[in-house]
């Protein structure tokens, strides 16, 4: 029973695995799909591991390196793939060897900025319950939404979003800085479902749904900037003096 949850993330491990294979053959709406199963089970690896009472400092260990794959190297060959697809001749006064340097080395950055994240969480006893710096799973949501808004909406927006080869080498980046930062942000675990102390997760579910309402499967695109704004609210305005 002790090994069921190392199992579940060994899973994940495997769900990143395919995602990065998925990739790198062009199927990035296939690889967004293994990337959300990949983070359903690290949600199982976690809530096995307390309903066992199965921790280990191997465990630990193992999910962040699951994590790292998942979360870091996939959503990262996403982006690549992306770009790849939308250099277009506009581009064609830029020598292909600088043009293909930027374009590996700019997604490069998200995995090395997913792996200090990790690393930054696993030493940082504040972070027990709340986040400094995007989670490496949100970052992971950020890039899969831009996918799935793209092939479920027919938003213009999002078409160009994707098209322009600056708009995602820029979205990468500040993905990549929101990983290392030590922006507050609340976390997704309810202990209760009081609305004290909860304040902020109501307000990411009020976003979500009058977004999804107002502007269908193109809203998949904003939860990650609504998960923000939702905590700075929590902890900037609702609960100043929370130390969650």
């Known amino acids: 029973m002790k090994h069921i949850p190392n199992l579940i993330t060994s899973l994940n491990m495997v769900s990143g695995f395919i995602a990065v294979i998925s990739a790198a053959r062009g199927d990035v709406l296939m690889a967004s799909w293994f990337i959300l199963a990949a983070?359903?089970?690290?949600?199982?690896?976690?809530?096995?591991?307390?309903?066992?009472?199965?921790?280990?400092?191997?465990?630990?260990?193992?999910?962040?390196?699951?994590?790292?794959?998942?979360?870091?190297?996939?959503?990262?060959?996403?982006?690549?793939?992306?770009?790849?697809?939308t250099v277009s001749s506009e581009y064609f006064l830029i020598r292909e060897r600088v043009l293909h340097s930027i374009l590996v080395f700019i997604p490069a950055i998200m995995p090395v900025c997913a792996a200090l994240r990790l690393a930054i969480f696993n030493t940082d006893p504040s972070q027990s319950t709340s986040f400094r710096g995007l989670p490496t799973p949100a970052s992971a949501m950020a890039v899969i939404s831009l996918t799935f808004a793209a092939n479920f909406s027919d938003?213009?927006?999002?078409?160009?979003?994707?098209?322009?080869?600056?708009?995602?080498?820029?979205?990468?980046?500040?993905?990549?800085?929101?990983?290392?930062?030590?922006?507050?942000?609340?976390s997704l675990k309810i202990k209760s479902f009081g609305f004290r102390g909860n304040e902020g997760r109501y307000l990411l579910l009020a976003f979500i749904l009058i977004s999804w309402l107002i502007i269908g499967p193109a809203s998949l695109l904003l939860i990650i900037?609504?998960?923000?704004?939702?905590?700075?609210i929590h902890y900037g305005v609702l609960n100043k003096n929370d130390e969650e």
């Open 39 to 85: 983070m359903i089970f690290d949600f199982l690896d976690g809530f096995a591991a307390r309903l066992l009472k199965a921790y280990s400092n191997i465990g630990k260990e193992l999910d962040s390196l699951a994590d790292a794959v998942s979360f870091g190297v996939a959503p990262a060959v996403i982006i690549f793939d992306l770009l790849n697809t």
């Open 155 to 186: 938003s213009s927006f999002i078409r160009s979003f994707i098209d322009s080869p600056i708009l995602l080498l820029s979205y990468t980046i500040v993905l990549s800085l929101l990983m290392v930062s030590r922006l507050h942000l609340m």
């Open 225 to 232: 900037p609504e998960y923000i704004i939702a905590s700075i």
